[in-house]
Every structure is written in C-alpha cells, then in structure tokens.
C-alpha cells in the first residue's frame, strides 16, 4: 500500500502534495523504504512474536498473555496509520499493496486459531471469520481489473470489532469482563458475515459493470474501423473516377485532334498539285 518521496527515490526531488492524488510518477518514484512500508514489516515481524509470546508457559499465563496483547494491539494500531501514511504522502507501493492484506490477515489469523487452539474461541468462529476475510481478499482480485471495491463504513465497524473482541480474548480475562468479550465477539461475527455478503454484492454489480463498458468499448472501436475503412474505399473510389474521367477526357481530345489534323491536311491536295494529294494519302 505503501514509496517514498521523489527525493527518497532519486526522482525530481519535487514535494509531494499533502493529500493529492496519487499519479504514475508518484508510484512510480515511491521508494520501498518508506515510513509506511516500515510500518507494514514491523506488523509481519509481529506475527510470530505474538504467536511464541500467547503461547509460552502452556498459553494459559496472564503475565504473557498480558505481553501478547500488547503485541497484537501494537500491530492493529499499526494498521491504521500505515495505510494513512501511504494516502496522505504518495507513499503507495507494489509491496505495500500486496504486504499490507497480507500483514492484517496474518495478525488476525494467528490470534484466532493460537485462541481456538489454547479452547478459548470455538473453532467455527475462528472458521467464518478466516473464511470471510480471506474469500474478500481473493474477491477484490478478481474485480480490481473491473474497478475498486471501497472500504465501507459497515466494513470499518467490523475491523474495529475484531480487533477488540480478539484482544479481550487474548487478556485473561474473568467475572463480568470475560462475559463482556463474548458479546463483543458475538457482534463482530455478526457484522462479520453482513459486511462479507455485502462485498459480494458489490464485486458481482462492479464486475458486470465492467464487462459491459469493455463490451461497449469494442463494439465502439470496431465500428469505428469500419467507419475508417469505409472511407478509405470512397476516398480510393472517387480517385479511381477521377482518373478515368480524365484518362478518357485526354483521349477524346487527343482523337479529336489527330482527326482534325488529318482533315486540315486532306484538305491541302484537294486544291493543290497531284503530288501532294499522294503525299496526303501515303501519310494516311
């Protein structure tokens, strides 16, 4: 999701415009070494930290859950700033587009199932919430050539909601609280499939959407050869026309003239010797 300045990356060295609009230069000249990007490996290089940390001693120590939440809240926040970085300051990458959904889906997944794992998440939830995200992820693939799905406000609500019922749930957590987690999970599961059933909405309308205009774009470029062809013929028709006209215009004028001179000549032995009219005759 995430380049650099043009300076960073050798490139004209012009400042990028605090929440303009990416262009091709600007991904073009962003550097993979940015602030964004960072943000984005540190979130990676978080995973198994949080894995060996939720785990150790058993999984059932408060002391390292305790290390483990820290962990994981430390890689959700990371996930809001990075992709706000790379929008607000042309930092957009090939590497941040790719390692960004993939940095999210690996945080949240191994949460899930070390929590499913230790017994304290059903498996089921950890199931529709990795089959939600992932198919979504493959979903927006498949429909980027077409257009962009947009991030809805339903969808954000849903990130906010996992991110805090997985981290009550990585707290060992009893009494009132943990009763507390179990509805907030409830409410993510919830806002979960709504929001996935909604993207599929989306990607099937934008999809077809596509189809169409790039199936009126060719319809529109090959009538448009056809038009140029069609005038190519006339244009060669109408040469073609003229070039007769005049090819046969010469020869008429020509005959005329060769006719004419042979009169005018015939004429000169009527009324002359008659050597000349032999003369006149051997010509013809």
């Known amino acids: 999701m995430t380049g650099a300045p043009a300076s960073a990356a050798g490139g004209s060295g012009a400042k990028p415009v605090r929440g303009g609009k990416l ?7 962003a550097s993979l070494w940015n602030i964004a990007n960072l943000l984005t490996m540190l979130r990676l290089v978080l995973v198994p930290g949080f894995v060996m940390l939720l785990l150790h ?3 059932y120590d408060p ?3 305790s290390f483990a939440w820290a962990a994981f809240a430390v890689a ?9 970085l790379a929008r607000t300051y042309n930092l957009v990458t090939d590497f941040g587009k790719i390692a960004d959904p993939i940095a999210d889906k690996a945080i949240m997944g191994a949460a899930l199932i070390c929590l499913s794992y230790l017994g304290d998440l059903p498996w089921w939830v950890t199931g529709v919430i990795l089959f939600r995200e992932i198919g979504i992820t493959l979903m927006r693939f498949w429909v980027i050539r077409h257009a962009v799905i947009p991030a809805s406000r339903g969808g954000k609500m849903k990130t906010l909601a996992q991110g805090t019922a997985v981290g009550m749930y990585v707290l060992a957590l009893t009494g009132p609280l943990a009763t507390l987690r179990f509805w907030v999970m409830a409410v993510a599961v919830v806002l979960t499939v709504v929001t996935g059933l909604d993207y599929v909405r989306q990607a099937v309308v934008l999809r077809r959407k596509g189809l169409a205009a790039e199936k009126a774009a060719g319809a529109n470029a090959t009538s448009g050869a056809a038009a140029v062809t069609a005038g190519s013929v006339g244009t060669a028709g109408s040469g073609t026309s003229e070039g007769a006209a005049g090819s046969g215009g010469a020869g008429a004028s020509t005959r005329a003239g060769g006719s004419g001179g042979g009169a005018t000549e015939g004429a000169g032995p009527v009324s002359g010797s008659p050597g000349g009219r032999g003369s006149a005759e051997a010509e013809r």
């Open 23 to 29: 262009g091709s230069t600007a991904v073009n000249q």
């Open 57 to 59: 001693n058993g999984g």
């Open 63 to 65: 002391v390292w859950r």
């Open 76 to 84: 959700m926040i990371t996930d809001l700033f990075d992709g706000h």
